[in-house]
């Protein structure tokens, strides 16, 4: 009777350890996601302001 309340024991615990587990992926994917937001939003800034400096660039070489 011993055996079988331990390997029972075991498992919950088991089961107990791969939910701390899940919970941090699951946090840490969030935030990854959170970080990958960020970085698209930098980014389509950036190319926003280099199309823009694109822009006058191409003006000014005109009236040269």
């Given at each position: 009777?011993?055996w079988p309340m331990c390997a029972?024991?075991?498992?919950?615990?088991?089961?107990?350890?791969?939910?701390?587990?899940?919970?941090?992926?699951?946090?840490?994917?969030?935030?990854?996601?959170?970080?990958?937001?960020?970085?698209?939003?930098?980014?389509?800034?950036?190319?926003?302001d280099l199309e823009r400096a694109?822009?006058?660039?191409?003006?000014?070489?005109?009236?040269?």
């Open positions: 009777m011993f029972v024991a075991l498992g919950f615990a088991g089961l107990a350890v791969l939910a701390v587990f899940a919970v941090r992926v699951f946090l840490e994917a969030r935030s990854l996601g959170r970080q990958v937001a960020e970085s698209a939003r930098r980014i389509d800034r950036a190319a926003q694109a822009v006058s660039a191409a003006r000014a070489a005109e009236t040269l």
